[in-house]
């Protein structure tokens, strides 16, 4: 949010003209504020309280839920299948979120006044603008054990044929190479904006201390580049909490021995898929509550991490 | 420059929310409602439905008032997700598909409409269907379900790849004799491994366990619905014995092949002696474009080579218990599963065997496969998934997947296993 | 390394020859990344022209032999491809207008127009951003179901429309910036809230407006799960529910065809792209938000 300069709030000395309709302007406020609100309340906070409630009950949909106090919590916090879900997300978020961040800043330094920028933009954008569902049933095929990548790796490095999605311990792997493939393009516009705020004069005056390019990558682009870093791991961990889409297409049934099935998956399994709508309630406020630690987490490692000028 | 938005644009954009808005309102086809409106659904991929053109067609055209909205789901997992849900908040289709692992515990649910006393009328009555694929639409003495079609799997096997293994007998031959014995079948699944071929290919579900088991004479559930394979010989030796040869990887599950080599395509490249499979596969083989006289079926092995009951897949119609208009629900019902109806669903390339009488010919009329009178025998001998089972949500599933898939990769023994499925079913139902 | 002192412009033909070399290699590279980010879209555009034949007897070979065509009528007839994009495009443009109206409506409240329980107010909406909209998934289809939305393209467009606390939370940063003296001159005018919002602070703040509307056209456009579990009935579909229909027994033998299918489904997104790409990556680049 670098580029909106936020101006100081003006003196407090109300001109006259405000007065007069003042008290017909707290109804414009809340009328302004109305359709958000409204929705908020409806569509978020009712079925928030709902969620709440469902969770400590038992109810497969039909009849009435029956209360059962913290059954589905001790249920889902001793599952084998939830700590796998929990873990499998956590490795997407933690392998996905610093390779990623990390090979669109590398990117976008390298774009940075470079000449057909964009020509080359369009070849990192593409993916952003297709759809995941597409994404999917394209990796899904390029990914077979007889499919043309596992064949040209068997070609060149003379190792046998991979069956990347249906090896339980690269399947997840397939997923996050997929998922920082598919939001590189718009991590990499982020940061090329953030480098254009960057003035040349930093970037030369490190130039003729005598740091080498690598030393001013490390030494003065990161650290300028970190508030910008700093918000971007924030979207994209809470972003990657929640994948879903990806591994619903790319995967069948959540992958060999679930090594695929992130916490999302698994809310839509119990709920949609077994119709457990208590249990599936219970993970998600697990989800929620993992949500606010991590970025509490993350808020805590700002302070210590991130250099904001002047 | 960036994207802006001017005022008019705005107000534009505006109004288009207001006129589309109502756009939205009337595009809801909510079910069940409004006289004369039928929803229904199943699950198939596109191929697959196709083979309903014909129906909806014909229906639409003598029944010019009732207005007919089909919603189809492509996997199986999916649809039964989504019409479980649908019917728990009241928004199912009024007419619907349910397989034969669901159906008993929707019914128990109380969301199904009792059809046994309104078939009177109909162009259908109870006793058309074959009796031994009805007992699981039945629920304290009252029907809810009829069989849309069956489909027993039949051994398909590929006569080029038994030949490259050097295989001489004709499996449909030697079973025509009564002379197809398990020992015999098990040669010939080492032979085609030896060949570098994978002898056979099953789907991990229901019908496999139990059909390995009741062709070898076993038992897998009593007469009072109890789970008795772990107790009976017969049982554990044939799981056993079948174990085996997943294990060494003679046989594979379907379900485990990687994408693109799966069980169709071994079929149609040659790298596969048999397959078992319901009659969807004349589409499998046909579609791929190979000599369609190069694949025949036989039912499953036996100990003395005769024939033997196996398990029959089928799937099931029933009504919404809410449907808005029961006399257009039931029409419905009734021109899908009376023998007309099946006819126009299944005759061609069709991907099933009736469930009805008198409609038997349009598996026999087009002569393939050669031997395609083994689908009616197996058929009229087979039983359908056992109601306790299926009585329960996703139990089916659950041993398939949780227990014998174990089984089948070498983790565990059979009589473990079976130890373990008893188990399972007890706490299961009771 | 080189020898920039600021006194010597005329470059040493040795720096410079370099200096070209370096960039001839950083193009290079940069080209060769960039090749492998599109390499599966040209490797989906090459297997939708491939036939079944080929797929199952040489199915490495990079290009079509023979090529067919047939696979873009096939995968366009077995489904209403045409309905789903009238579909998606008409929710995608209203989710856009609608949201760009609430949250800017609701940005200037609470930014500028002072009521009991705003800030309050204010606070719940910060707080409800934090929340995944996959928590309330099963009750938010309960509601649905009450309703009676379930199968209709109003449970996408409306609560899409009407929940965007992100989309409030940036309009907001936009609207403090605006200069709180352009508002009084209109006030004194007489301007009645209405159209001081209408007249003052829209055309202020579209540049920035630009960014939301893309990104939330990006979401709207490729929302999967929301249409997976509402929608029922294939001719309300969308275009990526209609898609994932082409996953599973299709997939197994003929993926020409499932790739065919995601080609219509991808291309003409492509095409959109490449038209408005320099206003669409300037708009995101501008208003420095990635927020997905």
């Known amino acids: ?310 | 420059m960036a994207i802006t938005i001017s005022r008019r644009q705005f107000g534009f954009f505006a109004g288009a929310a207001v006129a589309a808005s109502s756009l939205a309102a009337c595009s809801g086809s909510g079910s069940g409602s409004g006289k004369g409106k039928v929803v229904w659904s199943t699950w198939g991929s596109p191929e697959d439905l196709k083979s309903f053109d014909t129906f909806q067609e014909a229906f639409k055209k003598s029944n010019p008032d009732i207005d007919l909205v089909f919603q189809p789901t492509p996997s199986y997992s999916e649809y039964h997700s989504k019409l479980l849900t649908q019917l728990s908040s009241g928004t199912a289709p009024d007419v619907f598909y349910i397989g034969d692992d669901r159906v008993a515990s929707v019914i128990r649910n109380n969301v199904l409409m009792p059809i046994g006393d309104k078939l009177s009328g109909t162009s259908i009555s109870e006793g058309d269907f074959a009796a031994n694929v009805l007992d699981i639409g039945r629920w304290e003495g009252k029907l809810y379900a009829l069989p849309n079609d069956v489909n027993p799997d039949t051994l398909w096997y590929d006569k080029e790849a038994l030949k490259a293994a050097g295989i001489t007998d004709d499996p449909a031959q030697l079973a025509a004799d009564d002379k197809w014995t398990t020992e015999v079948f098990f040669e010939m699944t080492a032979k085609l491994k030896a060949a570098g071929l994978t002898g056979a290919v099953y789907w991990n579900y229901w019908a496999t366990h139990d059909g390995f088991m009741t062709a070898q004479g076993g038992k897998v559930y009593d007469d009072q619905g109890k789970y008795v394979a772990h107790q009976d010989q017969a049982s554990v030796t044939a799981m056993e014995e079948y174990a085996q040869r997943f294990q060494s990887g003679e046989m594979k599950l379907a379900d485990l092949l990687p994408e693109g080599a799966g069980s169709d395509t071994l079929l149609v490249t040659h790298k596969l002696g048999f397959l078992a499979a319901g009659r969807y596969t004349i589409g499998s083989i046909r579609g791929a474009g190979v000599d369609e006289a190069l694949y025949d079926i036989v039912r499953w092995p036996s100990i003395d080579g005769t024939a033997k009951p196996t398990g029959v897949a089928a799937s099931y119609l029933a009504v919404n218990a809410k449907t808005a208009d029961t006399d257009a629900a039931l029409k419905f019902f009734s021109s899908f599963l009376d023998a007309d109806g099946q006819k126009l669903r299944l005759s061609g390339a069709g991907n099933a065997v009736p469930s009805i009488k008198g409609a038997d010919d349009i598996v026999l009329s087009e002569n393939y496969p050669a031997h395609a009178q083994t689908m009616l025998d197996m058929r009229d001998i087979g039983y359908s998934n056992f109601a306790t089972e299926a009585a329960v949500p996703d139990l089916s599933n659950q041993i398939s997947v949780e227990l014998m898939q174990p089984l089948y990769e070498g983790k565990s023994d059979a009589k473990t296993t079976l130890e373990a499925v008893a188990k399972l079913v007890e706490e299961k139902t009771a | 390394m080189t020898t920039t002192t600021v006194d010597s412009p005329p470059k040493t033909t040795k720096t410079s020859g370099r200096k070209i070399l370096g960039i001839g290699a950083k193009h290079l590279v940069i080209l060769v990344a960039g090749l492998i980010m599109v390499a599966p879209f040209i490797w989906m555009l090459l297997t939708s022209f491939k036939g079944l034949p080929q797929l199952l007897q040489d199915p490495l070979s990079l290009l079509p032999k023979p090529w067919v065509f047939t696979n873009f009528a096939d995968a366009w007839n077995a489904l209403p491809f045409a309905r789903a994009y009238f579909n998606s495009i008409y929710i995608t443009v209203l989710i856009v207008a609608g949201t760009l109206l609430t949250t800017t409506m609701a940005a200037y409240g609470f930014a500028r127009i002072p009521f009991k329980g705003s800030r309050a107010l204010f606070v719940v909406f910060l707080a409800m951003q934090m929340v995944p909209k996959q928590v309330t998934l099963v009750p938010f289809y309960f509601l649905m179901a009450k309703i009676g939305w379930i199968d209709s393209h109003l449970a996408l467009i409306v609560p899409a429309v009407m929940v965007n606390p992100f989309g409030v939370f940036l309009a907001r940063q936009f609207i403090m910036s605006v200069p709180i003296e352009l508002e009084e001159a209109a006030m004194i005018d007489g301007a009645s809230r209405w159209r001081i919002y209408w007249q003052v602070i829209l055309p202020t703040i579209r540049p920035g407006m630009g960014a939301l509307a893309i990104i939330t056209a990006l979401d709207a456009w490729n929302s999967f799960l929301l249409p997976l579990i509402l929608l029922n009935s294939t001719d309300l579909f969308t275009v990526p529910l209609l898609l994932s229909q082409f996953q599973g027994q299709y997939g197994g033998m003929n993926y020409g065809l499932v790739m065919a299918a995601t080609a219509v489904s991808v291309v003409p997104m492509l095409i959109a792209f490449l038209v408005g790409q320099r206003q669409i990556i300037n708009s995101l680049a501008t208003s420095g938000l990635g927020g997905r």
């Open chain 1, 1 to 310: 949010m670098s580029a909106a300069a936020i101006r100081p709030a003006p003196p407090t000395a109300a001109p006259p003209a405000r007065k007069s309709w003042r008290a017909g302007d707290r109804r414009w406020g809340m009328l302004f504020v109305a359709p958000q609100a409204i929705g908020m309340l409806l569509f978020t906070l009712i079925p928030f309280v709902f969620a709440f409630v469902l969770a400590f009950t038992e109810w497969n949909g039909f009849g009435l839920p029956r209360y059962i106090g913290f059954d589905n919590f001790r249920d889902q916090l001793t599952s084998p299948l939830l700590g796998r879900s929990i873990i499998n997300t956590l490795i997407i978020a933690v392998i996905t979120v610093p390779i990623g961040l990390f090979l669109a800043i590398l990117v976008a330094t390298a774009l940075n006044k470079i000449k057909g920028r964009p020509f080359y933009m369009v070849l990192f954008f593409t993916p952003v603008v297709t759809s995941t569902v597409a994404i999917a049933l394209i990796w899904q095929q390029i990914l077979r054990p007889d499919g043309v990548l596992s064949d040209f790796m068997s070609r060149t490095l003379g190792i046998p044929q991979i069956d990347w999605l249906g090896d339980p311990r690269l399947a997840l792997l397939a997923v996050c190479a997929v998922t920082i493939w598919s939001s590189m393009g718009l991590n990499i516009v982020i940061f090329m904006a953030g480098l254009q705020n960057v003035s040349p004069s930093v970037l030369e005056a490190a130039a003729i201390d005598g740091a080498g390019p690598v030393s001013r990558f490390f030494k003065v682009i990161l650290p300028l580049l970190s508030p910008i870093i700093f918000y971007q791991s924030v979207v994209a961990f809470i972003s990657s909490l929640q994948t879903f889409d990806l591994v619903f297409i790319l995967v069948k049934n959540a992958g060999p021995d679930n090594a695929t099935r992130t916490i999302v998956y698994h809310i839509y399994d119990l709920g949609f898929a077994k119709s457990q709508f208590g249990i599936s309630s219970a993970a998600s406020i697990i989800l929620l509550l993992l949500t606010l630690l991590i970025t509490a987490l993350q808020f805590a490692a700002q302070k210590r991490f991130v250099h904001y000028e002047g």
